[in-house]
């Protein structure tokens, strides 16, 4: 495809463009982007042996794989309350009720205007000190408190994601959908929806990656997270790189993934738009396997 | 009641150190530690301007071991409670804050300047030459000896162990099981990590970023104990009707110190942090610190923080 193109582009104009000529723009591009990826490349190895102690690496790995337990845990659940719930809330915030949508914007700006480590003292130092009934009854309130605001800073987010995914949506379609006879509610889930979801799958998705790197933020109330692992030994054996080594493995062993799963959902979104939605996890499934042969 | 009883023991921890009669009532001449910052958020306090106009404020470009305009940048994880924090009014202040008025100022005729860092990096913070030394109620031990040097102690402190008022535990063997808050990369954390070894695992440590977070936490019902430095624990038990120490022997009884009525896990003493390659300061600072020993000062200092 490109061949051709710079065919004709060098029978016109070789030699006279200079800069603006498609193949050196390419062959520069090329050079810079390689440029950087070796001395990145170049870093990441003389980091590897001169900085990473290598018995350490192994002897510290299980409580790394403790903490990444946990952690998968806390992300797993605050995902599918955030996805879920958030999806309801983009609803409200879209609601032809000017008090459903009022209150949602107002949920959305509060959770959305401050920062989740604010949030994560109010629900972890706040609530059990204004436990109005005696003593807190939770008595492990970490997990609690990480998942409760977790989910309540994404559902924000996922909430405004909804809502950008149903206005891409063509004012035509849902007045297309009213005349032929619809209710709002059936045009809603028939027409609109559908096509939404695809819209804002892309949204939604980046945001559910930013939750995991949100974890780490768990640390300053003493979940036993990666981060926190790191610190530990960190402080112990004035050693940075050695752990720091995990952190960035296990972050990415969960981004990866779920950006994987993201950009899986969006391919069977873009298949079967009009397609009935309950059956989406199954045809999921289905596409893991077939994965291999595609590849 | 029992508020007095902690006061006393502090008080023992002092002649630990080696001091005859400390005292010192804390009458207002020392009391301007800090007070020279501005509050507010700002993470550095400079220090000038001592308490009897002996201090000369020469700032100019002769650079005394180095310092830029003779100020030594301090780093410190505040607050810490009575050794580093800031009063309601947001002027630092404290025993750390004190000494450092009394040495660099006083002694050395320099200035000082607080910046403010999280414990658990402090020592590759100063290595990196983010400031020159460290007082941050830091305890000498070989691990951190290995990538800093110390100055003479000038604290002697202890491990111990702080509850609810209605809680069970009452010896270190209770402690079996339960869970227990410190701040991450205190001693106290390392003391409680050995505790866990003790019991074959059976103890959960939650470690805060700061020691006010593990103090909620025991507030909050979150953890049953929290293990730190008995002058911090003690700050806080006094403040707090609902907390108190678990009383008994320990390894200041087994090392034949003075021994203090609560359980002491470990004794430990205090020391300012410097880079390895700062010996010219670091004898300054040694001496400077003997100075303040010997005229008294370190007392009147010592009563103001922990007596008064």
Redesign the interface.
């Known amino acids: 495809m490109s061949d051709a193109y710079e065919g004709t582009t060098e029978d016109t104009t070789a030699g006279t463009r200079g800069l603006a000529d498609d193949t050196v723009v390419r062959r520069i591009g090329e050079l810079a982007t390689g440029l950087f990826a070796m001395a990145v490349l170049g870093f990441l190895g003389w980091i590897l042996v001169t900085q990473v102690d290598y018995g350490l690496l192994v002897s510290v790995f299980d409580r790394f794989v403790e903490a990444f337990g946990l952690v998968l845990f806390i992300v797993i659940v605050s995902s599918v309350l955030s996805v879920s719930l958030g999806t309801l809330m983009g609803l409200a915030r879209i609601s032809a009720s000017p008090l459903t949508s009022r209150i949602a914007k107002g949920y959305v700006e509060f959770f959305r205007g401050t920062p989740l480590l604010f949030q994560l003292f109010v629900i972890f130092?706040g609530i059990?000190?204004a436990w109005p009934y005696g003593?807190?009854p939770v008595?492990?309130?970490?997990v609690p408190a990480a998942v409760l605001g977790l989910t309540l800073n994404h559902i924000a987010y996922v909430a405004e994601a909804t809502r950008g995914g149903v206005n891409a949506v063509g004012d035509g379609q849902l007045e297309a959908a009213r005349s032929l006879g619809m209710s709002r509610v059936q045009a809603m889930r028939k027409v609109v929806l559908p096509q939404a979801w695809r819209n804002a799958l892309p949204a939604i998705g980046n945001d559910q990656i930013i939750l995991v790197k949100d974890t780490s933020l768990l640390?300053?109330?003493?979940v036993?997270e990666l981060l926190?692992v790191f610190?530990?030994i960190?402080?112990?054996q004035?050693d940075?790189w050695t752990p720091l080594v995990w952190v960035c493995l296990f972050y990415l062993a969960m981004t990866v993934s779920l950006s994987l799963i993201v950009s899986l959902l969006e391919r069977r979104a873009d298949w079967e738009i009009d397609d009935d939605q309950g059956a989406w996890l199954g045809r999921l499934l289905g596409s893991f396997s077939s994965l291999g042969g595609r590849r | 009641m029992q508020r007095r009883e902690y006061l006393k023991t502090i008080g023992a921890g002092a002649a630990v150190v080696g001091l005859a009669g400390c005292t010192g009532n804390g009458d207002g001449g020392s009391g301007d530690g800090g007070d020279g910052g501005d509050g507010g958020d700002t993470t550095t306090e400079s220090g000038d301007g001592g308490d009897g106009g002996d201090t000369t404020t020469e700032s100019g470009g002769d650079s005394q071991y180095g310092l830029e305009n003779g100020v030594v940048t301090i780093g410190s994880d505040i607050p810490y409670r009575p050794f580093e924090y800031r009063t309601e009014s947001g002027d630092l202040t404290g025993f750390d804050v004190g000494i450092a008025e009394a040495v660099f100022v006083e002694e050395m005729g320099l200035e000082y300047e607080f910046q403010k860092n999280a414990?658990?990096?402090i020592?590759?913070s100063l290595n990196n030459g983010n400031f020159r030394v460290i007082m941050s109620a830091m305890t000498i031990n070989d691990?951190r000896a290995?990538?800093v040097d110390f100055s003479d102690p000038y604290f002697t402190a202890y491990q111990t162990v702080i509850v609810r008022t209605d809680s069970d535990i009452s010896s270190q063997e209770d402690l079996r099981g339960v869970?227990v808050?410190v701040q991450?990369?205190t001693t106290g954390?390392?003391a409680t990590e050995g505790l866990k070894e003790e019991f074959g695992g059976d103890l959960e440590i939650?470690?805060?970023?700061q020691i006010t977070?593990a103090f909620?936490?025991l507030?909050?019902?979150?953890v049953d104990a929290v293990i730190n430095d008995n002058t911090v624990n003690a700050a806080f038990a006094n403040q707090q009707d609902n907390v108190e120490f678990v009383e008994g022997e320990g390894a200041a009884a087994e090392q034949g110190e003075n021994a203090p009525p609560y359980l002491t896990l470990t004794v430990e003493n205090y020391g300012i942090a410097f880079r390895q390659d700062d010996d010219e300061f670091r004898q300054a600072v040694n001496e400077a610190l003997a100075a303040v020993r010997e005229s008294g000062r370190y007392d009147e200092i010592y009563g103001e923080f922990f007596e008064g």
């Open positions: 130092l059990p000190r003593a807190f008595e492990d309130w970490r640390t300053v109330i003493a036993p926190s610190r530990n960190n402080s112990n004035f940075p | 414990f658990d990096t020592i590759p691990q290995e990538k869970s808050g991450r990369g954390e390392a939650q470690s805060y970023d977070g909620d936490a507030l909050n019902g979150q």
